[in-house]
């Protein structure tokens, strides 16, 4: 490793003590950026890695609100810009009792990257507060997402800041979040927030986009293999928004998913996943995945087992962080696993890619796979901002584009330093160059 990376990962290591995952996700992407430091020397003289590792601000607040027994429940809210060198910062919130600062540091620090390689012009960004929304009444999620939007709207905006949804945020919590922010700025402002449902100016396809968009990429990958996922037996963890339509387009291209999984287990159902079955408990009754079985005969319920323990072809993490280990990656490829893509935010583990990447598995990360979901964000900004509705097809049309787009961008770059199939190396150097190109001409700011 270079000196100057080298003294760049101890300094950021000393000044952000405790965050793991943010010093993960760093340090993958700085290890990527070896080869151009010797040849843009600028990257070191200009301080390139060193600004763009600081976000340019970080919003902590206290989030109160009272639950449906009249206790005043207090929790903590969160917003990092991290940089805003290609556009106003875009992003989603995660409501989840595992959030923290390191979390939203990693998940901001990822979207600069991932947000570059749509070429839509969005800065990186990301928010949430460590609230739980399961068990909790729909009015308690009202109560709360309007508690936190009393606080965020000082700092979001059309041009600044438009947060998304992430997990345990949807389409109901962000028309909370919207009516909220209505009502304190009077003023309609549809494009302050994305992933609103249709009727509130949302985009089609944008439920389906983060999903869609993953086996999209997958679909390219496996094409320049001359193969395809027709026939493929597949695997997806969750059964939340990314994981249900990444297993609906798998089956629309001829895929057959075994199984799928939440946090209390995993389910495996050997003649396809009925995803109806999925929908109807997930997005509409909230309910866990263990009740799948008792709706469709000869499936089964695993509360020990991840989905990465049955046989597959193709596995699409798209749960959550570091959920596929080491371990893991073993038993995918002794089952005889070709291919995973990541439709989560950094779910597989460093060592598990090195492996993956040892035994000549294709392995799409996340930044590159996933970044289907943020990019309809930005078409729905574009579409609220002309006030205009496109159709499910055009937004489909210019989806399936952006990924294509992006798998050229990764491959070219992984072609151009001799690493073919690194499609780690290629998003990060793809979506790297345009944001150091942007920190440079803006001069020291
Ligand atoms: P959802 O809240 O809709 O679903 C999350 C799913 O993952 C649920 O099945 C949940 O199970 C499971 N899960 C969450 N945390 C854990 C955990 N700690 N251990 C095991 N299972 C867990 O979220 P999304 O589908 O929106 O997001 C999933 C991933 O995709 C995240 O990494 C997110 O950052 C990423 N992503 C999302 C985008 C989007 O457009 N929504 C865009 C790009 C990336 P349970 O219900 O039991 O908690």
Known sequence: MSTYLKRSLETLASRNPAQDLFMQAVTEVFESLEPLLAEIPDIEAKAILERISEPERQIMFRVSWVDDRGR??????????????????????????????????????????KNSLTGLGIGGGKGGSDFDPKGKSDGEVMRFCQAFMSELYHFVGEDTDVPAGDIGV???????????????????AQGVLTGKQVGLGGSLARKEATGFGAVYFAAEMLATRDDSLKGKNCVVSGSGNVAIYCARKIQELGGKVLAMSDSSGSIHDPAGIDL???????????????????????????????????????????????????????????NGCIAVIEGANMPTQPEAISLLRQKDALFAPGKAANAGGVAVSALEMQQNAALQNWTFAQVDERLKTI?????????FYANKYRRPDDYVFGANVAGFLKVAEAVNCYGVI
């Open 403 to 411: 990924m294509a787009e992006i798998h050229k961008d990764c491959t």
């Open 276 to 334: 109806d079955i999925v929908s109807a408990l997930k997005e509409v009754e909230r309910a866990r995945i263990d009740e799948y079985p008792k709706r469709r005969h000869g499936s089964k319920f695993f509360p020990e087992q991840k989905v990465w323990d049955f046989p597959c072809d193709v596995a699409f993490p798209c749960a959550t962080q570091n959920e596929l280990s080491l371990d893991d990656a073993k038993a995918l490829l002794e």
């Open 72 to 113: 005043i429940q207090v929790n903590r809210g969160y917003r990092v810009g991290f940089s805003s060198a290609l556009g106003p910062y875009k992003g989603g919130m995660r409501f989840h009792p595992s959030v923290k600062l390191d979390v939203i540091k990693f998940l901001a620090f990822e979207q600069i990257f």
């Open 170 to 188: 949807g389409a109901r919590e962000i028309g909370y979040l919207a009516g909220q922010y209505k009502r304190l700025t009077k003023s309609f």
